[in-house]
C-alpha cells in the first residue's frame, strides 16, 4: 500500500468507487470510506494505519497544489 491507486484498488474489492471530480475531495471521501471499513472490521489495524498514511500524504500534496495555484493567481 504505497499510492492513491493502491488505495483505490483496496476499495474497489469492496465495491467502493470514488470520483467526485476534484482530487482532494476524492481523497477525503476515501478517508471516510476507509474509516467505516474499518469500523466494520473488514481490514485489519496494520491496513488501516498503511491506507491512512497513504490518504494523508496525498492530501498534503494537493493541498499544497491548490495554495500554489491560489499564489499565482
Known amino acids: 500500500m504505497k499510492t492513491l491507486y493502491d488505495v483505490q484498488q483496496l476499495l474497489k ?3 467502493v468507487y470514488v470520483y467526485v471530480g476534484k482530487r ?4 477525503e471521501l476515501m478517508a471516510i470510506e476507509i474509516d ?3 469500523q466494520a472490521g473488514v481490514i ?3 491496513m488501516y494505519a498503511r491506507v491512512k498514511l497513504v490518504l494523508s500524504h496525498e492530501h498534503r500534496i ?7 495555484d491560489a499564489a499565482h493567481d
Open 13 to 15: 474489492k469492496f465495491g
Open 36 to 38: 467505516h471499513l474499518y
Open 44 to 46: 485489519d489495524p496494520k
Open 24 to 27: 482532494i475531495w476524492d481523497i
Open 62 to 68: 494537493e493541498a499544497e497544489r491548490a495554495r500554489e
